[in-house]
T-cell receptor, first 113, second 113 residues
Framework: KAGVTQTPRYLIKTRGQQVTLSCSPI?????VSWYQQTPGQGLQFLFE???????NKGNFPGRFSGRQFSNSRSEMNVSTLELGDSALYLC????????????FGSGTRLTVV | SQELEQSPQSLIVQEGKNLTINCTSS?????LYWYKQKYGEGLIFLMM?????EEKSHEKITAKLDEKKQQSSLHITASQPSHAGIYLC?????????????FGKGTKLSVKP
């Protein structure tokens, strides 16, 4: 079966712009979570969506937002980009919480210049 | 809050040698995941452990969760260049109730031919 698909794979944006990243989970998975990975901070949780509802949010500013559609596909948006937002953004899909396992996509590499 | 500490941070081994990576939690582990990551790419799922004393193997990789469920180890037997990468341990935050994982900082493995 198809894995988790993230698009685009690479992005270069200018400070102040906004960006939208997309994640299509494994068929049947209703939970999608997003992570930011940087060399300094490692992997940090952004937010989790389940059945179109945000159930949990990490400690990131309001510039980071997301949504989930009825087909479980999810998007995350970052507005007013800062240089520090340059990172690998990963999404993971799961059947649900606790013990179902998480499958990650290949990530979107965002570079802010 | 729960933290995961991985050791060592990096490891260089000669091809054919065995090695062990450790992951220690500040709280009881309810779901412990091991992933492998090639630089700049997504996380590849290796194994998930849930029960104290549980041990799982896949090809030449074995992972264990200790009885007290606060430490896990990943052991690679007869290492090969294909084993090179970054190994990350992740744990269900708050027993899986939060829908996200927390991660260690990773162990970078290099295998010399």
């Amino acid at each position: 079966k198809a894995g988790v698909t993230q698009t685009p794979r690479y992005l270069i944006k200018t400070r102040g712009q906004q960006v939208t990243l997309s994640c299509s989970p494994i068929s049947g998975h209703r939970s999608v979570s997003w992570y930011q990975q940087t060399p300094g901070q490692g992997l940090q949780f952004l937010f989790e969506y389940f059945s179109e509802t945000q159930r949990n949010k990490g400690n990131f500013p309001g510039r980071f937002s997301g949504r989930q559609f009825s087909n479980s596909r999810s998007e995350m948006n970052v507005s007013t980009l800062e240089l520090g937002d340059s990172a690998l953004y990963l999404c993971a899909s799961s059947l649900g919480r606790g013990g179902y396992g998480y499958t990650f996509g290949s990530g979107t590499r965002l570079t802010v210049v | 809050s729960q933290e995961l500490e991985q050791s060592p941070q990096s490891l260089i081994v000669q091809e054919g040698k065995n090695l062990t990576i450790n992951c220690t939690s500040s709280k009881t582990l309810y779901g412990l995941y091991w992933y492998k990551q090639k630089y700049g790419e997504g996380l590849i799922f290796l194994m998930m452990l849930q029960k104290g004393g549980e041990e799982k193997s896949h090809e030449k990789i074995t992972a264990k969760l200790d009885e007290k469920k606060q430490q896990s180890s990943l052991h690679i037997t007869a290492s090969q260049p294909s084993h090179a990468g970054i190994y990350l341990c992740g744990a269900d935050k708050d027993g899986g109730s939060q829908g996200n994982l927390i991660f260690g900082k990773g162990t970078k493995l290099s295998v010399k031919p």
